[in-house]
């Protein structure tokens, strides 16, 4: 039995990111491979980020059953590509990541294509499907599920977490082309990454996160002296320096970052890695010793420059935190991406101009990106929620149906997910007042740099947002 597993490229016309090998495949892979399947893995980087080719790939291997995940930016790209190989190979299409579980009856309705979709970790659940297909069995007793039963959608219990981590097999990375991918660590000197992970799970509760749409709360991690024995082999093997530690924040728990940290320093291994951190997990200590580790960018979530705006998303730390941490991890001297968030529920133009200055604040600091985001809403979140309960999405919004927003294009932001807007300001307003706060020469740069892509509509809305640059207040 052939099995295939997919990740859609994305949109032509909003790449935002470079794309590296996606751990949650390999670690797919490596359980299926350890039953003893055939499997191959079909990413963005093996079909140079074209919709038809992946396709085409796909249909030639001729797979039993094809394995999709998808964010929710990418699943019109994933939705188009599960029903052209449906019909052609009559695959059993499974379906999961961040979007499908939290839309699952939304996305059978929509989707005839999709014949399960699996929520929460899927490791031990995409053995336990890829039997049932096999030996043409239902699928009622497998934990962790939703498929269809003569034209019902069952729900079955969820999966236990797994707790022991360190007994995963080591991610598959063999089954990627390695040497296709050109992603660097940030702030190495263009240092290829891996990612790895020590832990799972994340104990804090953000309003907007899908970690709260996929039950990862629990956080659980692996024994350091297990987590570098992979690191070492990946290091040995492929020939790897540099790593993205993909822990959804590797900083919660104190005595395990300080444990992986000294077993490298003990094990000498030159190495260079990127973390996700938060600011109230940190201090000069800790990230002097992540920084002798090889530790060589961080990216701190802090969202808000207002305290009141922090409480109400349920963020758990406060400005004056997240100033300590943005001064001492300059001093200590990681380059670092501190990530802000505008348009959030309840936000007024006073809060949004205390994230304004706080974003101004840390530009001034060497090695440093602050950067912003408009809020986009996911489903599952409690983002989500207040969203059908104000009115910024209708009732019968459907996350598995065409949807796209041009406006977001000139916003800079993913136009086929929705973006809380809500009164007193509107999206236009909030670019407008961004805009309005930076130099001159980012004014230029920008204008130039972006006109050339857009179309006449979007000419239309940056025309109308910068008539607001000069009216606003």
């Known amino acids: 039995m052939h099995i295939v597993l997919v990740e859609a490229p994305a949109d032509i016309n909003f790449i935002t990111m470079d794309y590296h090998p996606h751990p949650g495949l390999a670690y797919l892979g490596a359980f299926l491979e350890e039953s003893g399947y055939k499997v191959s893995i079909i990413d963005p980087v093996s079909s140079n980020n074209n919709l038809q080719q992946m396709i085409k790939q796909v249909i030639e291997l001729k797979p039993s059953m094809v394995g999709f995940t998808a964010t929710t930016a990418g699943r019109f790209q994933a939705i188009q590509a599960m029903k052209i190989i449906k019909e052609v190979t009559k695959a059993f299409i499974v379906a999961g990541g961040s979007h499908f579980p939290p839309t699952a009856r939304d996305a059978f309705s929509k989707i005839p294509e999709i014949d399960c979709i699996v929520k929460g970790e899927g ?7 890829a039997r049932a297909v096999e030996a043409n069995i239902p699928l009622s007793k497998i934990d962790g599920i939703f498929f269809r039963h003569n034209g019902e959608i069952i729900e079955t219990p969820d999966r236990p977490l797994n707790e022991d981590l360190d007994s995963l097999p080591r991610p598959a990375y063999h089954l990627f082309d390695l040497k296709r991918y050109k992603i660097h660590i940030r702030g190495s000197k263009n240092v290829p990454g891996l990612g790895v992970i020590s832990s799972r799970g994340c104990p ?4 907007f996160c899908s970690i709260t749409a996929l039950k990862k709360h629990k956080f659980r991690k692996r024994s350091p002296e297990f987590f570098l024995d992979e690191v070492a082999y990946f290091q040995k093997i492929y020939g790897y320096r540099g790593f993205l530690f993909n822990d959804d924040t590797i900083t919660i728990d104190r005595n395990h970052i300080v444990s992986i940290c000294e077993g490298i320093l003990k094990r000498k291994m030159n190495i260079c890695w990127s973390a996700l951190a938060r600011v109230n997990t940190v201090d000069k200590d800790l990230l002097s010793l992540m920084k002798s580790a090889g530790c060589c960018y961080i990216m ?12 109400s998303l349920k963020k758990g730390i406060t400005v004056d935190q997240a100033t300590k941490a943005i001064e001492t991890t300059a001093r200590v ?3 670092f991406d501190a990530m802000f968030m505008v348009s959030l529920p309840g936000e007024t133009m006073q809060e949004l101009r205390k994230t304004i200055s706080l974003i101004n604040k840390f530009s001034a600091y060497p090695n440093v990106r602050a950067a912003y985001g408009f809020t986009a809403i996911y489903p599952g979140t409690e983002v989500e929620k207040l969203a059908y309960q104000q009115g910024v999405l209708p009732r019968d919004f459907s996350w598995n149906t065409q949807y796209a927003r041009p406006l977001y294009n000139v916003l800079g932001t993913d136009p086929y997910t929705p973006c809380w807007e809500a009164p007193p300001l509107s999206l236009r307003d909030i670019k407008a ?10 004014k230029i740069r920008q204008i130039f740099r972006k006109l050339r892509f857009f179309s006449p509509r979007d000419i239309i809305s940056a025309f109308q947002i910068g008539i607001r640059v000069f009216t606003i207040r």
């Open 333 to 335: 001297g990681i380059p």
């Open 204 to 207: 804090c509760k953000c309003i």
């Open 300 to 311: 701190y979530g802090i969202e808000s420059g207002s305290d009141k705006t922090l409480q």
């Open 433 to 442: 007042v961004i805009f309005k706060s930076r130099p001159l020469r980012y």
């Open 123 to 129: 490791e031990n659940t995409i053995v336990e499907i």
